[in-house]
T-cell receptor, first 114, second 113 residues
Framework: DGGITQSPKYLFRKEGQNVTLSCEQNLNHDAMYWYRQDPGQGLRLIYYSQIVNDFQKGDIAEGYSVSREKKESFPLTVTSAQKNPTAFYLC?????????????FGDGTRLSIL | GQQLNQSPQSMFIQEGEDVSMNCTSSSIFNTWLWYKQEPGEGPVLLIALYKAGELTSNGRLTAQFGITRKDSFLNISASIPSDVGIYFCAGKVNAGNNRKLIWGLGTSLAVNP
């Protein structure tokens, strides 16, 4: 079945560590996105990529980095510079042709600090 | 960043009741999307609206794109326990730029069997 796979489901980070969250899609979508979700704050855009080898900062990019070396993959690294990384992270993708297609989401990764 | 005004923030209803929630914005949107999120999972698209005045149904769910293009509502008829979750609206300011998806803060729905 086509879809978006995020891994791991749960992730723990020690202080000062970088961790990488995986996002893979087999929907042949051009665009991919990373959101952070905190209780009561809805979804906030971290980074997005409209095409391979290109990505743009979203509203809360500080302390995060991404890469888009392959169309189907958009990993997110939470760096030690992100002082409050505990959150639910959601990856999404869409077919950006025409810009009208809605975003489809993975099942998320919950990151916690040890 | 900009956010939509989504209301109510939470609802607690009896099974069988109808539910109505809405989103308003100071900006004109070209697209309205409604998602449902269950605990520990990602949001799932329920209904997408692309035209002012459009009324679209998906089973017991009905959503409308407001004529002013600044609001949208979602109705759920004859609620059942599996309707429990958080419902999010999202609007797109510029149809040519998929990045500009603005999110509401969600309506949390609880259904008492």
């Amino acid at each position: 079945d086509g879809g978006i796979t995020q891994s791991p489901k749960y992730l723990f980070r020690k202080e000062g560590q970088n961790v990488t969250l995986s996002c893979e899609q087999n929907l042949n979508h051009d665009a991919m996105y990373w959101y952070r979700q905190d209780p009561g704050q809805g979804l906030r855009l971290i980074y997005y990529s409209q095409i391979v080898n290109d990505f743009q900062k979203g509203d809360i990019a500080e302390g995060y980095s991404v890469s888009r070396e392959k169309k189907e993959s958009f990993p997110l690294t939470v760096t030690s510079a992100q002082k409050n990384p505990t959150a639910f992270y959601l990856c999404a993708s869409s077919n950006s042709l025409g810009g009208l297609q809605p975003q489809h989401f993975g099942d998320g990764t919950r990151l916690s600090i040890l | 960043g900009q956010q939509l005004n989504q209301s109510p923030q939470s609802m607690f209803i009896q099974e069988g009741e109808d539910v109505s929630m809405n989103c308003t914005s100071s900006s004109i949107f070209n697209t309205w999307l409604w998602y449902k999120q269950e605990p520990g999972e990602g949001p799932v698209l329920l209904i997408a609206l692309y035209k002012a005045g459009e009324l679209t149904s998906n089973g017991r769910l009905t959503a409308q794109f407001g004529i002013t293009r600044k609001d949208s509502f979602l109705n759920i008829s004859a609620s059942i326990p599996s309707d429990v979750g958080i419902y999010f609206c999202a609007g797109k300011v510029n149809a040519g730029n998929n990045r500009k998806l603005i999110w509401g803060l969600g309506t949390s729905l609880a259904v008492n069997p």
